[in-house]
């Protein structure tokens, strides 16, 4: 966009002959070297009408951006103070006069600063300085091309003078944008510090204030009413920093923080599909797939072992499901890897919250069974095959690797042991609360340790011992 030649130069200019500045050398804007006397004519002369400068610079800011054009966030008024003040030190600054406003790349620091927290993108705030410095140059060009006493070598001075117009919009807009950053940063800090505070809320129980629920959703970017878990997981050292990416990638939204040596987080899950009326699965039913979901992200790409609190629908409701998830957590072998439900783990977290009742329920129900010696570890391990698998001396056998009359005679001898009748509904329910109590009272490696019962891929007897029995 350099404007044309004809016309003699004016008189007061002249070339430079500083080497630095053939090799390119940046002169400072407005010395009296190279072209400081055209740029301070040419600043001097604009300065002079700016305020049509910058209705121009605005109009055409206007016409190309679609969000200026728009007045919001930034109204005309508060675009044209802007760019006014940003022509005003530009054209001072080009000229190598004194700055009437403080430093010269104060206004652009500013425009950043503003448009930072107006929330503006940067690409729309460097654009419309882009347009700025566009209509500059054209309104210079058009004094140069009316300016008298122009001579033949006018050219190369008119061209440094252009470079120097778009050197000073350079540095401007590099400053701008430092300060739209550096804004950004800062009120991105300030969110995350409030975003963090109104989850603590949440977990702390203080949402039962509405005002308090509706900024934490709007903090969180929520509804404050949806579907919800709480998530207490430990930081195990094999576990990524906080699983909320991994969720993400399965598509779940969830907010995670670091509380106590261990990370608790919100996860939004998505809507079930429901018939008319129902707003809940019928007991018995089915995990819905995108707790499913969530259960195996957690177990098979995060590592960390983890509580998982009830469905709740309220925000407000965060502070008892977290309470759920810690007391779920908690009865999971450290560093095990497995993720559990509340629900799952009813019997747990009564035996684990009363290690006195705990003791008692196995002293009653297995007391003469812990006292056998060497045939205890094969016994208990075949009471809980026996019972997790209904109680079928065939599935059993299977499992355990041995004859079907073994485990038949084993239970036989618990039933002559405890005194009670492998028959009766009432003693297995006993077995079975002794069996999950057994952690919670001294007499198994941890608590959650991994059932002593082979899997489908047959681990057999050499899981009795791990139980610790």
């Known amino acids: 966009m350099t404007p044309s030649p004809p016309g003699a130069p004016d008189p007061t200019s002249g070339r430079s002959s500083d080497p630095s500045a053939a090799r390119g050398a940046h002169t400072r804007l407005g010395s009296a070297g190279g072209s400081g006397a055209l740029r301070r004519s040419l600043a001097t002369a604009l300065l002079a009408d700016v305020d049509r400068l910058t209705d121009r610079a605005v109009d055409d800011i206007r016409a190309h951006s679609g969000t200026y054009a728009s007045g919001d966030p930034v109204t005309r008024d ?75 070598d006018s050219r190369d001075l008119e061209l440094d003078a252009a470079g120097a117009v778009w050197e000073t919009i350079d540095r401007y807009s590099v400053a701008m944008a430092d300060a739209y950053r550096i804004a950004r940063l800062e009120l991105q800090n300030q969110e995350d510090t409030r975003r963090a505070a109104l989850f603590e809320a949440l977990l702390d129980g203080r949402a039962d204030d509405p005002a308090i629920a509706s900024a934490a959703a709007a903090a969180l970017g929520v509804p404050a009413q949806d579907r919800y ?35 608790a987080g919100i996860v939004r899950l998505p809507r079930r599909d429901n018939p008319a009326g129902r707003t809940a699965p019928p007991p018995g039913a089915r995990l819905d797939p995108a707790l499913v979901r969530l259960l195996d992200a957690l177990r098979e790409r995060t590592g960390a072992t983890a509580g998982v609190s009830p469905e709740f629908e309220r925000l407000s409701q965060a502070g008892r499901a977290l309470r759920h998830a810690e007391q779920t957590l908690r009865t999971l072998r450290a560093g095990s890897g497995e993720v559990a439900l509340f629900d799952a783990r009813l019997p747990e977290v009564l035996l684990s919250a009363r290690p006195d009742i705990a003791e008692r329920i196995v002293t009653v129900n297995l007391g003469p069974v812990l006292v056998t010696g060497g045939e205890r570890n094969a016994l208990l391990s075949t009471l809980r095959v026996w019972l997790d698998h209904g109680c079928s001396a065939s599935k059993a056998a299977e499992l355990l690797y041995c004859h079907r009359n073994t485990v038949l005679n084993r239970i036989g001898r618990v039933a002559e042991l405890t005194g009670r009748s492998s028959e009766s509904g009432e003693a297995r329910m006993g077995w079975a609360l002794a069996l999950r109590a057994l952690p919670y009272v001294g007499l198994a490696d941890a608590p959650g340790a991994a059932p002593i019962v082979a899997d489908q891929h047959g681990t057999g007897g050499a899981e009795w011992d791990a139980y610790g029995t």
């Open 78 to 152: 508060d675009l044209w103070a802007i760019c006014r003040d940003n022509m005003l030190r530009v054209l001072e600054d080009l000229g190598g006069l004194a700055p009437t406003g403080g430093d010269f790349e104060g206004a652009a620091r500013e425009t950043g600063r503003r448009r930072a927290e107006q929330g503006v993108p940067l690409d729309i705030v460097l654009q419309a300085y882009r347009r700025g410095g566009r209509v500059l140059w054209q309104v210079m060009a058009e004094h140069l091309r009316t300016r008298t006493r122009r001579e033949a």
């Open 229 to 263: 878990v709480v998530v207490v997981a430990t930081q195990d050292p094999a576990a990524p920093p906080q699983p909320a990416p991994v969720l993400e990638a399965q598509g779940l939204w969830s907010f995670w923080r670091p509380r106590s040596g261990r990370y």
